[in-house]
């Protein structure tokens, strides 16, 4: 269990920052190898969010993998449960569950479901699928938590969204409702990678300027690179000082990141691996590229597996 | 006292004088909420901008620091009271049944029953008696919503009385429950003392073990004149059996199908479309467990309009003397 006492969120060191850059790696690596073995799902956002879930299962969170329902845990909700690879398999890495597991992933029977869902893996906070709808669950948890322990509770109230589901009017209702609230313990994490199903974001429903909508709201607004491990984790330091309200880390990712054939591609953001596009590598050389970039790390250094 | 009442249900004396008591279903709610929150430090409350209209001031009052309002915010109550039942709260959420659960189903379906939250969603001013306010604001749609939803429990209470039992019991409940509530002044056909128990069936009229010549299964506030119908026909050498169906979900599957076998024709009445509503519920039980005739007293795939409660009532075919017709009908069926 966990001290309670001392939840100072620590900056980062240089080695931290190399094993953060590594795990995330490794997660690249099992993100492509479950949707392989899926043959379904979405490539690009859990590949653009590798680094900022690596960052907040290995350092950020207070949560203990072996007593999942501990209940000072900080709470993590996935609001675009569509991205759940990258939950699952940064759980796994950090000791939730097998990683051997990782490959059941959208099976018959399997705990880890095409969406998230409770039922099948309870330690889960929620399940999600229907965009925009994490949000205002994380508000009803920070809210419940604020009648029992005050403002000055130990816990804080992560939500993970993506940009595209900043279209839906739900999202705007609780964004309303936490400002008026001045929820500051909450804080939200939009993927800002600029791509949905059907396109870029700004031409599918332009959502800039987004910080000051979110500054319009009563919200502190952070904007980051979230592929910069330093910048994630001081981010999240500084959200967490936010005494009086809730703050947004607007993070900026590359959708696809990793593996250079999906990067910045929306055509990525729903297909895995092995899917027929025209324009990108044939259907059956696109894992061996992916897992190929990844295990190099661009061609940096030599595979050890190959 | 009338003889065809059933003494076990201790209803109220003055059933079939004609100034009983009449109360809105929705106060039941409030004071029921208010007693919850008495009981359950847990017992949370959130609306959306129609507090005092749902009955839940009553409770924001006295729990100021346990009650959120949310704004006219619908699809966000439903998954802001997820979130604080994942923490250990209860939270009742109120609004207009046309709103919650009409506007929010979806928040509803996963973010409150698929995580398999305890969460109370009272929906009022159901049904076309709200009256003047028109159609938008009737919801005749809500109990066929929330049925099909797994691991929703469905009540429909028949009078404010049964209304507050409910709201207490639905606080003790584990997983979703959704509560129809009617805006209107309602008799008052129940007691303090007549039993109730969510999952169970009342039967109000007539004996358990007698034969009849029709079942009347009715619930909400026509279980009023499904029992004036009941006496009518009484006069004219008919028994009639009625059912109070206060649970819609789990439906008492026993008490309906031990009707049906004892009279052998069966007449709903809801204040509701006759698709997927109670009615629909008993057919799909009665079929499988003792087929009979049934005639369906409801809304016919129609939206309701402006008028007083009783004109709306009787245009669209939920009056006394179409029950009594039904009845009549049923009969000839057998």
């Known amino acids: 269990m966990r001290v309670l006492k001392n939840n100072m969120l620590n900056n980062l060191t240089d080695e931290k920052i190399k094993f953060l850059e590594e795990k995330a790696n490794d997660i690249r690596i099992s993100i492509i190898e479950m949707l392989v073995t899926a043959g379904s799902g979405h490539s690009a956002g859990p590949l653009g969010m590798a680094d900022i879930f690596t960052a907040f299962y290995f350092h950020i969170l207070r949560h203990d993998q072996k007593n999942p329902e501990w209940p000072e845990r900080d709470r993590l909700v996935l609001s675009n449960g569509h991205i759940c690879p990258v939950l699952y398999a940064t759980m796994a890495h950090s000791g939730y569950f097998p990683v051997e597991e990782l490959l059941t992933l959208r099976k018959f029977k399997s705990r880890l479901q095409g969406h998230p869902h409770r039922d ?35 816990k804080f109230f992560y939500c993970m969204m993506s940009d595209g589901e900043l279209d839906s009017g739900q999202s705007w209702e609780a964004i309303m409702l936490a400002g008026k609230e001045k929820l500051g313990k909450l804080i939200a994490i939009v993927d800002r990678n600029n791509i949905q199903i059907d396109g870029y974001t700004e031409n599918i429903m332009p959502l800039e300027p987004l910080s000051h909508k979110f500054e319009s709201f009563n919200w502190h607004v952070e904007e980051i690179d979230g592929h910069n491990f330093a910048e994630i984790v001081s981010a999240v330091g500084r959200a967490q000082a936010v005494f009086d309200g809730p703050s947004v880390i607007i993070a900026r990712t590359i959708p696809g990141k990793g593996v250079s054939f999906m990067e910045r591609d929306y055509k990525w953001h729903g297909s895995p691996p092995g899917t027929e596009i025209t324009g990108e590598p044939s259907k059956d050389e696109q894992a061996k590229i992916a897992l190929h970039e990844l295990r190099t790390l661009g061609g940096q250094i030599k595979s050890e597996h190959e | 006292m009338n003889k065809m009442l059933n003494q076990s249900q201790k209803l109220n004396p003055k059933l079939w004088d004609k100034d009983i008591e009449q109360v809105p279903i929705r106060n039941g709610f409030g004071e029921g909420l208010l007693q919850a929150g008495e009981k359950n430090k847990n017992v949370v409350g959130l609306c959306a901008d129609l507090t005092e209209s749902t009955q839940m001031h009553l409770f924001k009052n006295k729990f100021s620091e346990r009650f959120i309002e949310l704004g006219v915010a619908e699809q966000n109550l439903a998954s802001v009271a997820s979130g604080m039942a994942a923490m250990g709260k209860i939270p009742f959420i109120s609004s207009y049944a046309m709103f919650s659960p009409g506007r929010n189903w979806e928040q509803i379906r996963t973010t409150i029953c698929y995580n398999n939250r305890h969460v109370v969603i009272a929906g009022s001013h159901a049904g076309v008696s709200v009256g003047p306010d028109g159609g938008t604001h009737q919801a005749v749609e809500d109990i066929a919503i929330t049925r099909v939803i797994p691991r929703m429990t469905v009540i429909s209470p028949c009078d404010y009385i049964e209304a507050r039992k409910a709201t207490i019991a639905a606080a003790e409940l584990g997983g979703p429950v959704y509560i129809r509530l009617a805006r209107e002044k309602t008799p008052v056909i129940t007691t303090d003392e007549t039993p109730f128990e969510v999952g169970k069936a009342q039967l109000c009229y007539g004996g358990v073990a007698s034969v009849a010549d029709v079942g009347i299964i009715s619930t909400g506030a026509l279980v009023y004149k499904a029992l004036k119908v009941a006496e009518q026909l009484k006069s004219e050498n008919i028994s009639v059996k009625v059912l109070n169906i206060s649970t819609i979900k789990p439906l008492d599957v026993e008490a309906i199908v031990n009707l049906a076998k004892t009279t052998g024709a069966i007449v709903t009445v809801e204040e509701h479309q006759i698709s997927g509503g109670l009615g629909s519920a008993v057919a799909e039980v009665t079929t499988q467990g003792n087929p009979v005739p049934i005639e369906f007293v409801g809304v016919r795939d129609l939206f309701g309009q402006s008028g007083t409660p009783d004109e709306l009532l009787e245009h669209y075919g939920m009056g006394e003397s179409h029950i009594w017709a039904s009845c009549k009908k049923v009969i000839g069926r057998k």
């Open chain 1, 120 to 154: 099948y893996l309870p330690m889960l906070e929620t399940s999600s699928g229907p965009l925009g709808s994490g949000l205002s669950q994380a508000v009803g948890m920070a809210l419940a938590d604020r009648m029992d322990n005050g403002v000055s509770g130990n």
